[in-house]
């Protein structure tokens, strides 16, 4: 197809004489396609209801010698709150006038929900008792690499960590005696003729933690609530706060039907949009400073990661942040998990677009244009989302637009030169990412973080190299490690790292 683009005019049909109708025009070829059920919401922008369908480009697609890949990191330095730092802002949010107003527009919309974040936070101990034995092993086997591994911990950090490690160590030796292993289910057989139909002699669901365990538990979680810095906590809050697995967890009601779980995928979706879209505003407002522009152009250190990017040629940006900052900054930058300024009816297939995200009144989008676009009962269904991708091990598509993303994603990393790395965490990365990132094998990779022995880690894991087969560098004052004689891992404060050594102007 070389051009796809639509058209409404007045023409004859059985409906009724001069009955508006709409076609797509396909090389003079008209389809009619209101006669099915996705139809383009008034909300979305032109340039959108003529892309819906895109277009297949004839030829090579341009490629960039660079490619740079933005995780979460980038957008922490620049004054945005990290992953661990997201419900527990949440909550707090919810406490100020822009929060309620949200809070109570989005409950108009959506009937009988009973999610609340604040109430997530408060049960979030109980959660763990009653899943333990799952985050249990988790959490354990997280920290004990940690203990093993990071060389840098500091004595409290690892005190942390054997606390940790030694309180549910003692859960799994309890559960482990109790369990009948095969000699005793065949002594129970032989001397008394009885079958058995448990696994082991204790019902553990029936039994119950003490206070002792219980607050210590408590601590823990609040220390990771708020110390997000802590090389132990982030394993606990990884899995207890974890604003995407929460995400994940009620995303599969679309799959399923269930339309409690849809209803609070909504509602987590929109408030976590809502929030990042109002730090956005005060990260803007806080640039848009005269004192903060003063005292930039004073700093002797680099430019903020944004800033050293724009202007830069023949370089391609990947990101998986939300924030438009990269979109300000490198015109075309590919969103691999969604932006803030777009979301998806994704009951009627409709790609949808906010133009100006700085200057957007958050109480009167939910108040008003929201409640418009939004229909859960009905005759007629619409199901708005924000276009987040949910961490998921099979990637839906939930627009078309995600084709095209990850296609030119693909694309440009496997033909790039040279590809270098900001401040993304490997753990919370998709397998289909991983998967593309193995496939370049011949590209040079520049990997920054701040923390380089769990980076270090996680990459050699997700290259399949060996772990301990590098060369200690250093490059710019910033410690560094070489693997295989193409791969760079650099230890290095975002906030103070300069990109010229590998960005050309």
């Known amino acids: 197809l070389s051009e796809v683009s639509y058209k409404a005019s007045p023409q004859p049909s059985p409906g009724g004489e001069g009955e508006a109708k709409a076609y797509m025009c396909m090389n003079n070829i008209q389809l009619d396609i209101y006669s099915g059920h996705q139809q383009i919401n008034p909300s979305a922008t032109q340039a959108i209801q003529n892309n819906y369908f895109g277009q297949i480009q004839a030829g090579p697609l341009p490629v960039a010698d660079t490619v740079v890949v933005l995780g979460a990191g980038v957008d922490a330095a620049n004054g945005f709150p990290v992953t661990s730092q997201i419900i527990p802002g949440i909550v707090e949010w919810l406490e100020t006038d822009e929060g309620k107003a949200i809070d109570e527009a989005l409950r108009r919309q959506i009937k009988h929900l009973s999610f609340r974040f604040d109430r997530f936070v408060d049960n979030a101990i109980d959660r763990l008792v009653k899943d333990l034995d799952r985050e249990r092993e988790t959490i354990c ?34 559960k482990k005696g109790a369990a009948i292993d095969a000699d005793t289910e065949r002594l129970i057989r032989e001397v008394t003729g009885i079958e058995p139909v448990e696994d082991t002699i204790i019902d553990f669901s029936r039994l119950n933690y003490t206070d002792t365990f219980k607050n210590i538990i408590v601590h823990i979680l609040r220390k990771s609530m708020y110390d997000v810095s802590n090389p132990i906590l982030r394993h606990v809050y990884k899995n207890l706060l974890d604003i995407e697995q929460l995400l994940a967890q009620y995303f599969y009601g679309f799959f399923t039907g269930k339309s409690g779980m849809v209803k609070t995928y909504l509602y987590i979706s929109w408030m976590l949009w809502a929030y990042l879209v109002h730090e956005e505003h005060q990260v803007f407002h806080h640039r848009q400073s005269p004192t903060l522009f003063a005292e930039e152009k004073v700093s002797s250190g680099p430019r903020p ?42 009951e009627n297939k409709n790609d949808l677009h906010i133009e100006d995200l700085s200057t957007l009144d958050l109480q009167w989008f939910f108040q008003h244009r929201l409640p418009q676009e939004m229909s859960l009962e009905g005759d007629r269904i619409a199901i708005p989302v924000p276009s987040f991708m949910p961490p998921l091990k099979l990637k839906p598509v939930i627009s078309s637009r ?32 991983g998967d593309i990132l193995r496939s370049s094998r011949e590209s040079e990779m520049i ?22 087969r590098y060369t200690h560098i250093t490059i710019d004052g910033h410690p560094a490690r070489r693997y295989d004689n193409r791969i760079t891992l650099v230890q290095a404060d975002l906030k103070n790292l300069n990109l010229s050594h590998w960005l050309e102007n």
């Open 141 to 174: 086997r997280n920290v004990s690499a940690e203990l093993a591994h990071n060389v840098h911990l500091e004595e409290g950090h690892r005190k942390m960590g054997d606390l940790i490690v030694r309180i549910f160590q003692k859960i799994s030796d309890v």
């Open 447 to 468: 990997w920054v973080d701040s923390d380089m022995d769990t980076m270090s880690r996680q990459l050699c894991q997700l290259l399949q190299l060996p772990p301990n």
């Open 402 to 433: 995600y084709i095209s993303t990850w296609y030119h994603s693909s694309e440009s990393i496997r033909r790039a030169k040279r590809i270098l790395v900001l401040g993304h965490d490997l753990q919370s990365s998709d397998h289909f990412f």
């Open 305 to 346: 990661i944004y800033d050293q990017l724009a202007g830069v040629s023949d370089c391609q940006v990947i990101t998986f942040n939300y924030t438009t900052q990269a979109s300000h900054a490198v015109p075309g930058s590919l969103y691999f998990n969604g932006i803030l300024s777009d979301y998806v009816d994704i």
